[in-house]
C-alpha cells in the first residue's frame, strides 16, 4: 500500500487549531488505534508535504512533535518510523491538546522563541543576495562535516561566548543533535545492544534519552539537585560509558552546574574512562550572574563531546546542529563517517548563516534578545507571586526562557488533571512528566515557557492558569 494513502488527514486550513497541531493528533490517534503499525515508515517530509498541499515547515513541526512525544523516531538515511506506544501511552491525553478544545490562547511549552523579534528582513536579505551569488555552479562538492566558512565562523563564536579552545577541522555540523549522536556512536564503536549504558539525568531530555532506549542502551539515571548533577551519585557506578548532561541549563529543571561539581564530573569522567555528552542547547540568555565556562573548557584528556545548535537562539526552523569532536575521535572521523556522511543541511543555509553571523547580525540579535527576555522573566516572576503567592514554588536560576511551577497544595496524583484543565481552557502546558525517568516529584511540576509570549499576555496567562485550577491563599 502506498505510504502516502495511510495519511490522508481532514485538515481546516482555517480552523481553530494550527495545521501543524491538526497533522500531529490526527498521526497520533493512527499510531495509538494501531492504524499505524510498530515499524511503519512514515513519508519523508517533502513527499507528505507535496502530497496534502502543506508547507514542509507544518510536516517537519509536526513530525517533530511525534518524535517529542516519543510516537514515531527519526533514522539517519532511512526516515521515519513508527515506535511501539506503550500502554501508559494509549489513549492517554497527558500533555497533548484534542480537537474539541478551545483554541490555544497562550501557548507555554512551543513557544520558547519570541518570533516577532526575529530579524526577518535582515535574513531575508542574505538569502536573496547569497542566492543571486551563487549562480548555477553544479560542480561544488560538499563537506561531510559543514562548510569550512560556516565552521571557522562557529569557532570564533564558541570562543568568545563559551571559553572554547578547537578548531574549525573539530567542528561537525548537522540538522538536529539525534543525527550528530548517531555519528558518535559509529566513532565510539559502542559495545553490542543491551551491553552498554549511559548515565543520564533524572529528569532529562526525553528526545535524547529515547534514542538511546532506541539503540539498545541502558539508562543510569542520576539525579538532579539545585547545583546540577549529583556527583554523589555518580560515584556509585565505575563502568565505561556515557554520560549525558545539560550543565548550562539542565532540561527541564534548569539547574546550572556549580564550577566545583564541573571540575569533580571531570575526574569522575577521567578515572573511568567515560565519554561526556556536553548538551550546551541554552546557554546564551543569563540574567542574574555570570556564565560558567563549558565543561569542554575543562577537558584535559579528550572525553567531553560538545553539542549545540541556534534554534533557541534564533529559531527552531533554523535546523544546525553541531558538535566538537575530540582530536583521537576527529582521526576516526576522518577514516570512517567521513567517507560517506553528508551534513544534512543544504549548502545555502550554510552560506546564510555564516553571513548573518560573519557580519556581527547574530551578536546584535542575541544582545537585544537577552534584554527582552530579561524583561519577560522578571515580569512573570513578579506575575508568579502575586497571584499565585505561597501556593507555588518557583524552580527558577535568573537565566533561559522557562522556568518551573510547582503548586504545593496539589498533589502529584493530580498533574494529569491539571494539565487537561489548563488545555480545555485554552492553556497549553504541559508536566515535568515526560522528562521523569524514575525521579517522582511530591508536587505537580509545570513548565512554562514565557519566551515567546508577548509582554501583554503573560498576565492574561498567569490569571487564567490561576482561575483554571482554582489556586486560592
Not at 550528530?180 to 535524547?208: A, C, K, R, S, W
Request: net charge negative.
Amino acid at each position: 500500500m502506498n505510504k502516502l494513502s495511510l495519511l490522508t488527514p481532514n485538515l481546516q486550513k482555517y480552523g481553530d487549531h494550527p495545521l501543524y497541531l491538526q497533522l500531529f493528533l490526527f498521526i497520533k490517534n493512527e499510531i495509538e488505534t494501531e492504524k499505524l503499525l510498530e515499524d511503519t515508515r512514515l513519508p519523508s517530509i517533502r513527499n507528505l508535504a507535496d502530497y496534502l498541499c502543506l508547507s514542509r515547515n507544518t510536516v517537519d513541526l509536526a513530525y517533530q512533535l511525534l518524535i517529542q512525544e516519543d510516537f514515531i523516531r527519526s533514522v539517519k538515511g532511512s526516515g521515519f518510523f513508527v515506535n511501539k506506544v506503550h500502554e501508559h501511552k494509549k489513549f492517554s491525553q497527558g500533555s497533548i491538546p484534542s480537537l474539541n478544545n478551545p483554541p490555544i490562547r497562550y501557548d507555554l511549552y512551543h513557544k520558547a522563541v519570541d518570533y516577532n523579534e526575529f530579524p526577518y528582513t535582515t535574513w531575508n536579505q542574505i538569502a536573496k543576495t547569497n542566492s543571486l551569488l551563487s549562480g548555477s555552479d553544479d560542480t561544488h562538492v560538499m563537506d561531510p562535516k559543514g562548510e569550512i566558512y560556516l565552521r571557522k565562523e562557529i569557532v570564533k563564536y564558541l570562543y568568545s561566548t563559551r571559553g572554547l579552545h578547537c578548531t574549525p577541522d573539530q567542528i561537525v555540523i548537522g540538522t538536529s543533535s539525534t543525527q550528530l549522536l548517531q555519528i558518535l556512536l559509529t566513532l565510539t564503536n559502542p559495545m553490542p545492544h543491551g551491553d552498554t549504558v549511559v548515565y543520564f539525568e533524572d529528569p532529562g531530555y526525553d528526545v535524547v534519552r529515547n534514542f538511546f532506549i532506541h539503540q539498545g542502551f541502558e539508562i543510569k539515571p542520576i539525579r538532579i539537585e539545585a547545583d546540577g548533577l549529583c556527583i554523589e551519585d555518580l560515584k556509585k557506578h565505575q563502568s565505561n560509558a556515557f554520560l549525558y548532561t545539560s550543565p548550562s541549563q539542565q532540561v527541564p529543571l534548569g539547574s546550572i552546574m556549580s564550577l566545583s561539581k564541573r571540575q569533580a564530573l571531570m575526574k569522575w569522567a577521567e578515572q573511568n574512562q567515560v565519554y561526556v555528552i556536553e548538551d550546551d542547547y541554552d546557554c546564551t540568555f543569563i540574567y542574574e550572574h555570570s556564565p560558567i565556562p563549558a565543561l569542554q573548557s575543562f577537558d584535559q584528556n579528550e572525553k567531553v563531546i560538545y553539542f549545540g545548535g541556534f534554534f533557541r537562539i534564533l529559531c527552531p526552523e533554523i535546523l544546525c546542529s553541531y558538535m566538537v569532536l575530540p582530536p583521537h575521535l576527529l582521526i576516526k572521523y576522518n577514516l570512517t563517517v567521513a567517507t560517506y556522511s553528508m551534513p544534512g543541511i543544504s549548502i545555502h543555509l550554510q552560506k546564510q548563516l555564516y553571513t548573518f553571523m560573519s557580519e556581527g547580525n547574530l551578536y546584535k540579535h542575541t544582545k537585544k534578545m537577552k534584554m527582552i527576555y530579561q524583561q519577560k522573566h522578571k515580569r512573570i516572576n513578579k506575575l508568579i507571586e502575586q497571584h499565585f503567592g505561597p501556593a507555588v514554588n518557583v524552580i527558577d536560576t535568573g537565566a533561559g526562557t522557562h522556568l518551573i511551577l510547582e503548586l504545593l497544595t496539589k498533589g502529584i496524583e493530580e498533574e494529569d488533571e491539571l494539565v487537561r484543565l489548563a488545555i480545555s481552557s485554552g492553556i497549553y502546558i504541559i508536566s515535568t512528566k515526560k522528562y521523569r525517568y524514575r525521579y517522582i516529584p511530591e508536587n505537580p511540576q509545570f513548565l512554562l515557557h514565557y519566551g515567546g509570549l508577548q509582554m501583554e499576555e503573560l498576565e492574561g496567562a498567569i490569571v487564567l492558569l490561576k482561575n483554571v485550577w482554582s489556586i486560592e491563599y
